[in-house]
């Protein structure tokens, strides 16, 4: 019968400590799905409310009205690509330049964009890393455990059953508790990644409809001004 705390009993340090950077990293894991999912599930909620609230300002020419109502809503990666833009603009607009406001609008919302896509990705390197290195790492354990079954081969004497099943055990827990750890990470690794893309190419979608929308209703008055 299989007696996990036997096993357990028997590891020996080198094997508990690849036991415990599993654990830890089976933990980091976790802590990272659960961290961006909840920041999805706000994003989206709060993107979407604030969608709404911004076609309606857009559509009356409040831009003004569209940069307050973007910094109270902090969870939106939306809100906070608009209320770049629009904040942009108007101080562009008011202080001038030999730069048209809507080309420094587009300067900044590419790079607004960028920022807003890496903070989308955040902590997905720990993920991707978990999902390598963690069959490695419970690999590094059944090396151990396959050291400690030959222990037992040379403390009896004899290479029967008794002196390696253990050794044998603790090397096959190891492996299982890597592939355990790693397995998941991947899934979750490949599950968040599509969510991140998906709001990302929201965000380039939003990026272009706003500039499109200068241009409509503030690129001729700019023309006519440079002339």
Do not use: C
Request: net charge neutral; aromatic share 6%.
């Amino acid at each position: 019968m299989f007696d996990f705390g036997k096993i357990l009993g028997h590891m020996g340090v080198p094997a508990m400590t690849i036991a415990s950077v599993l654990l830890l990293m089976a933990i980091a894991s976790l802590a990272v799905f659960i961290e961006r999912l909840v920041a999805y599930q706000r994003s989206r909620a709060a993107s979407r409310r604030f969608a709404l609230e911004a076609r309606a300002l857009l559509d009356a020419d409040q831009t003004d009205a569209l940069v307050k109502k973007a910094e109270a809503q902090r969870h939106s990666h939306l809100a906070r690509l608009l209320g770049t833009g629009a904040k942009t603009y108007l101080t562009a607009a008011s202080k001038g330049g030999k730069v048209s406001p809507i080309e420094l609008t587009r300067r900044e919302l590419d790079r607004a964009t960028e920022s807003l896509a890496a903070d989308v990705k955040r902590g997905m390197g720990v993920l991707a890393s978990v999902g390598s290195v963690a069959p490695f790492v419970g690999l590094l354990g059944t090396v151990f455990g396959i050291i400690t079954a030959f222990q037992g081969i040379a403390k009896e004497g004899s290479g029967g059953l008794g002196a390696v099943s253990l050794g044998i055990a603790e090397a096959l827990v190891e492996t299982a508790f890597g592939l355990m750890v790693a397995i998941p990470a991947v899934l979750a690794y490949n599950w968040l990644t599509t969510q991140g893309d998906t709001i990302v190419l929201a965000l380039e979608q939003a990026r272009g409809e706003f500039l499109d929308f200068l241009e409509a209703r503030h690129g001729q008055s700019e023309a006519a001004h440079g002339k």
